[in-house]
């Protein structure tokens, strides 16, 4: 199966990074990493990805890997970006995103009234590209799979393993990605986080 | 601080997306991803990383960062990696590594007598160079960190983290990842996997 990566600049690498370390080695997998233009992707965080194809040479996706970015503001200006999404997801038997990349998706048209997530710092975005917004860490709703933020795309692209292979597969790639998650702290919610935790983070993620 | 990610041919992404989302973005990071030679470095499942230098221009690090490879035994052959890590390691405050790394860290002659861990596949050949293997997912030994397979990078970094600046600013860094991990199911660890789990996954991690 073809499965596109989706880059563009100032994205959050670990976004599409998790769910390619999930899905990209399994035998049926064929990836493509692509972007506007072929080449060097600045992220948001100082590393550059390298981008395989430009949009235009990108085979017919039977997946689509939608990342978000800490300036989500920024990349739903991006008119290239948003038009090929728009016209390139409908096509594809499955769309997912990771963070704010289903702001992306929103603003695309492709989340008209549907059930959908993105990171905490986000939902107000995501909400006023009329999307439903669910705070749930991963929803499905038929073809379009969305996920909260940045380290949610790990749990997603599991559970979507487990529905394209089957749960005994799933559970082969978990182990072999040693995920067994034991995070030192219990402060990755705004649920769980104290409230100046979650202030200091609202002041940095402004999107811009 | 400079933070030097090493970067090699055929090694695997998340070892290090994990620390890099982590640490990266702190005001006080100068990231700066080195491989023998700068440009582009095919990773073990088809993604293609930019390595900014070679390791000749790397500049004096306070903390350099080893990924591992599904491909581990090959990697263990890169004698000019080797040789890198022996010559930098010692003169950096502290060297980190995730899942195999540890054994090129060991084959580097940085682990001999020391508690250290790696991916569970791969704790022969960590305790073949010398070490002594811990099954703990993160191993602190004074100036070096180990942690067990790919996705514990996480974990390892939020606890340096943590070390370096701060609890209230690591808990701030989990907020911003979302860091609230919910696999979809148990299989992370060989502790926890089916024994039929296990015996695919140790089919399929030979590391060659």
């Known amino acids: 199966m073809n ?12 976004d599409i990074i998790g769910p390619y370390e999930v ?15 072929a080449g060097g992707i600045s992220c948001d ?9 430009g949009f235009e040479e990108v085979p017919s996706p039977e997946l689509v890997i939608v990342p978000g970015s800490s300036r989500w503001g920024r990349a739903l ?15 594809a ?14 603003k695309a048209g492709l989340l008209n009234g549907r059930p959908a997530t993105t990171h905490w710092a986000a939902r107000d975005d995501l909400a006023a590209y009329g999307a439903i917004v669910r705070t749930e860490r ?20 599991l559970t979507l393993a487990a529905d394209l292979w089957g749960e005994p597969t799933a559970k082969t790639i978990q182990l072999a990605l040693e995920y067994d998650p034991r995070p030192p702290f ?22 811009v």
Chains 1, 2 share one sequence.
């Not at 899905?23 to 233009?37: I, N, S």
């Not at 991006?78 to 096509?91: G, N, R, V």
């Not at 038997?93 to 929103?106: D, F, H, I, Q």
């Open 3 to 14: 499965v596109v990566f989706v880059l563009y600049d100032q994205m959050t690498a670990l």
């Open 23 to 37: 899905l990209a080695g399994h035998p049926q997998v064929r990836p493509c990493f692509a972007a506007a233009k």
């Open 45 to 53: 965080n100082g590393l550059t990805l390298h981008a395989d194809v």
């Open 77 to 91: 200006e991006d008119e290239t970006l948003i038009a090929w999404l728009a016209a390139t997801c409908p096509t």
């Open 93 to 106: 038997e499955r769309t997912v995103s990771v963070c704010t990349g289903s702001t992306l998706l929103a």
């Open 138 to 157: 991963v929803v499905v709703d038929q073809d379009v799979i969305t996920c909260a933020g940045v380290s949610a795309g790990i749990d997603m692209a």
């Open 186 to 207: 219990d402060s990755g919610s705004p649920d769980k986080a104290a409230p100046e935790t979650v202030a200091t983070a609202k002041a940095l993620l402004t999107g």
